[in-house]
């Protein structure tokens, strides 16, 4: 038996979400990392307005996601994998210590600062429930052909699948998908990820991260993007460098976990909708995550895995 910790993507951010971590020194050291490595205050970030915006969103995640990760390892507990969903990855990296959490943060800002920059308004992406891929996928071909800038970027679960683009096209596929008896909700994510609008972005991203330190990872890293195990330290930082424009195979990825004998999975802070995905595969298995969930609590479910594998 072994456990994963999993780190949530846009859409899981809410207001407060760093002021409400634990008030405890380890929180308040890394709040002070991230305000000096930023050159301004990380608590502003988390509050209503600047969270209207992906570069505030995308910080706090990173930063909600690693302190996670701490608030576990102080007890001496580690996973055997860790996994992110689009920006939840570079947590993950983060964590499993392939950089320092300061050159993270800073390629972070960098990320959110291109990805926001080049489309400010008017695009995102939008969840239909209720519909397969294969059908998700003659709606958007038919809206592409016709109206362009709509993609299919996040396998979430079989019946579950994430499109992305322009906020026109996306609509043109929202109604499709109603009249076929599907669901669909518009994510608050204000730019359009995981699909080649930002290739362009990802390309000059790449320059940044190639003058960082990296390296091997010290915890064992799948990729949310290919659902594959990667070991190599430049395979990782690709994955993570072009995450914003490749496709997330969520699905795929927890299918990975649970066949390498994974049964414990716990979500960062502050979502569970990684949480509510896993249980759908985790037959037999516990997922949890630190929303809802005291911090003793998962350390005891970690220890238990742990004796498990012995």
């Not at 709040?31 to 570069?55: F, V």
């Amino acid at each position: 038996m072994s456990s994963i910790w999993v780190f949530p993507g846009q859409g899981a951010q809410k207001a407060n979400m760093l002021h409400d971590l634990p008030q405890i020194p380890l929180v308040q050291e890394y709040i002070e990392r991230a305000s000096d490595a930023l050159g301004l205050n990380a608590l502003h970030l988390d509050q209503a307005e600047p969270l209207q915006k992906t570069y505030a969103v995308q910080l706090c995640l990173y930063i909600a996601g690693v302190i996670s990760g701490a608030l576990l390892s102080e007890h001496q507990v580690k996973p055997d994998y860790v996994a992110g969903l689009s920006i939840g990855a570079w947590a993950a990296a983060a964590v499993a210590e392939v950089f320092s959490f300061e050159d993270g943060l800073k390629l972070v800002a960098r990320r959110a600062a291109l990805m926001q920059d080049a489309y400010p308004h008017g695009y995102g992406m939008t969840a239909l429930i209720g519909a397969d891929k294969a059908a998700v996928s003659e709606w958007v071909a038919d809206v592409h052909a016709r109206a362009g800038d709509v993609f299919i970027a996040n396998i979430n679960a079989a019946s579950q699948i994430v499109i992305s683009g322009s906020s026109a096209a996306m609509l043109q596929v929202s109604e499709i998908a109603r009249r076929n008896g599907a669901a669909a909700k518009k994510l608050d994510v204000s730019v359009p990820s995981h699909c080649e609008l930002f290739d362009a972005q990802a390309l000059i991203l790449e320059k940044d991260v190639s003058r960082i330190a990296a390296q091997p990872p010290k915890i064992r890293y799948l990729s949310g993007t290919t659902a594959r195990l990667l070991r190599n330290k430049d395979q990782i930082m690709d994955d993570l460098t072009f995450n914003m424009s490749r496709m997330i195979d969520w699905e795929g990825t927890v299918q990975a976990a649970w066949e390498r004998g994974v049964r414990l999975q716990i979500e960062a802070w502050p979502a569970t909708v990684l949480t509510g995905l896993a249980k759908k595969i985790f037959t037999d298995g516990t997922a949890v995550s630190f929303q809802g969930t005291r911090l003793d609590t998962l350390i005891i479910e970690m220890q238990k895995e742990h004796d498990r594998s012995f």
